[in-house]
């Protein structure tokens, strides 16, 4: 059973600006205080407790039933969201990543555009931002694992960030690479890893250039907490989460279809596509059912998986004629 | 290491009793308090099966514990061990079953027909089923030979937990890997044993 609640939720979950502010200054009082006194606390205790993430400007998105680009199920906490993450360059359990992802420098940051395209080159991320509008959207996630999650996102639509760099005829895919960065990424140095670094995913280029495609600097109003995918991401609501690649450093458009790393660890479980399908099961996870997080015992919110994630309506048409129990 | 007088042996296995209830209050607590984390289903399933597989091993060492340390009174631990061992791969089979297939039979089965290590893990609870009812005094005394013979099957059951933990293997080996050397060292044991045997 679906259990809506009112989407009031969310303006609770948001720490108003004026708060938000006050505490930094607070803050960063200790933090003068407590040099002055001489105490010689160390500067790296004080900037772990203080949040790192900024106020974003955006436009939040409009609340109406028919607008794709919302939804009025229960979402989790920010904490919850940045609790539970599945992003293995920080460890493979999901409390790994809010542990270990504080390692990461986000700033300097810059994306390397390559391939079929007219204006390839590093695009910094604050250059990046003056030239794209964020804007809200209230998508579901659903996970290979058989869970999901209601995420705010702040960001802007891919396929505007994508006529930015002119993809030639010749682009026919695009391929995302997360950062490799070993002396910050603990997972990167895991002996026990099973991926094959760095991270990589792709996407076809009518679905890239799809008004759902989108990509994330932000989430519940503020910048990516590092656990999330900082500063940068890929959101792609009608696919599997894993698809959603995060801390992206490199697009390449080609003519072929790139390798990803899911599917070069086990082909038989992980497609291409690895479109949300209730239909084709995973040799691990049944795909008929997912829960919602946060769930609880009492009510664990098992609910039965749609096609497309619920996004059928918007994406059915690019598979039109696509047998998708082969290409899964 | 000494031999305990029965009046220490009782003492030690209440405290050893008491220690293995320990997962299971942490778990009902983190339950009660809503603290198992964003995915308490998930959380309960793993916390089971760990201390299912955790407490296998260490029951599977108890008899090489007799010849490593020359220690007897470890057998008298055994037991205890084992159906602690029963207890939490049952949880672990029940929360499973309510939470993952809501006691969907139809559900059940395809899972298991489809998921090699969903049977597996199945496989080895079975197996476990007959240890676990024939352990008190009356079944020993009653089965004779036959019961060392029945008993023979913590060996498989053994095997299908590991390969129930090997197959799910998605990103880390870690796992996987330990208790596996651990499995091998307490089975080279044996061998050993066996082969001055013959």
Known sequence: MLIRTP????????????????????????????????????????????????DLEFSPVVAKADNPFYTDENMPSFAQASSYNNFY?????????????HTLTTDPWSVQVEG??????????????KLMTLEERIYRLRCVEAWSMVIP???????????MFGPTSNAKYVEFTTLYRRSEMKGQRSAFSVIDWPYTEGL?????????????????????????????????????????????????FTSIRPKTSWQGIAP?????YANVNPEVSHPRWSQAYERRLPSSLLSPSRIKTEMFNGYGEQVAGLYKGMNLRRHY | MATLTSKQLYAAKAVVFVICLLPLAYIIYAALTQSLGTDPVKSLIHQTGDWAIRLFVLTMAISPMRAWFAWGSALRF????????????????FIVTTYIFAWDWQLAKIELAERPYIFVGFAAWVLMVPLGLTSNNRAVRALRKNW??????????????WLHIAWQVRSSYFDAVLYGVLIICLLFQRFQKLQKRL
């Open chain 1, 7 to 54: 989407s009031d939720i969310l303006s609770s979950e948001i720490t108003p600006e004026s708060v938000y502010l006050k505490r930094r200054q607070f803050m960063q009082g200790i933090g003068i205080g407590a040099t002055a006194l001489g105490l010689g606390l160390p500067a790296t205790g004080l900037a772990a407790s203080e949040d790192p993430r900024k």
């Open chain 1, 89 to 101: 360059e920080f460890g493979t359990d999901k409390t790994d990543p809010a542990k270990n992802a």
């Open chain 1, 116 to 129: 079929d395209v007219a204006k390839p080159g590093s695009y910094p991320l604050e250059d990046i931002m």
């Open chain 1, 153 to 163: 996102w702040v960001g802007f639509s891919l396929a505007e960030f994508i006529k």
């Open chain 1, 204 to 252: 076809r280029m009518d679905e890239a250039m799809h008004p759902l495609a989108f990509m994330s600097v932000g989430m519940y109003g503020k910048t990516l907490p590092n656990q999330n995918g900082a500063p940068i991401r890929l959101v792609v609501p009608w696919k599997y989460g894993f698809k959603s690649i995060k801390s992206i450093v490199k697009m390449r």
């Open chain 1, 268 to 272: 038989e479980e992980y497609g291409f």
């Open chain 2, 78 to 93: 055994r037991r205890m061990l084992g159906l602690y061992t029963w207890f939490y791969t049952s949880l672990h089979l």
């Open chain 2, 148 to 161: 060392a013979r029945l008993h023979m099957l913590v060996y498989p059951a053994l095997l299908l937990a």
